[in-house]
């Protein structure tokens, strides 16, 4: 039983590198536990820096006019979701270039 609980998490996700300016973006991608709404498809994700910090809980999410990244998040005493992870303007650019090396990795 345990092997082919090994074998499925072997092909349960896909694994990405991406050269930013900044950072070099790798990990790994979970298409097959995406989830969809009436809007958008939020597809999982794991998020390593530069080999050294790598990020669980990521979210790529899709509509058909455009796409963006969710960080890691928490309910808050109030019930609204906040954010773990904020991104500086600067790096606006290089999550476009993330946002579009993940899209290949769906799209291929």
């Known amino acids: 039983m345990a092997r082919k ?63 963006w990244i969710s960080g890691p998040s928490y309910k808050g005493k109030d019930g609204n979701y906040k954010d773990y992870l904020y991104i500086d303007e600067e790096l606006n650019v290089e999550m476009e270039k993330l946002i579009s090396g993940l899209e290949s990795i769906l799209d291929a």
């Open 5 to 67: 609980t090994a074998e499925k998490k072997e092909t349960d996700y896909k694994e990405y590198k991406i050269d930013g300016v900044v950072f070099s973006y790798s990990g790994r991608l979970y298409p097959k536990n995406a989830t969809q709404t009436a809007k958008c498809d939020i597809i999982p994700f794991s998020l390593c820096l530069n080999g050294s910090i790598t990020i669980k809980g990521c979210k790529l999410f899709r509509t058909d006019k455009n796409s």
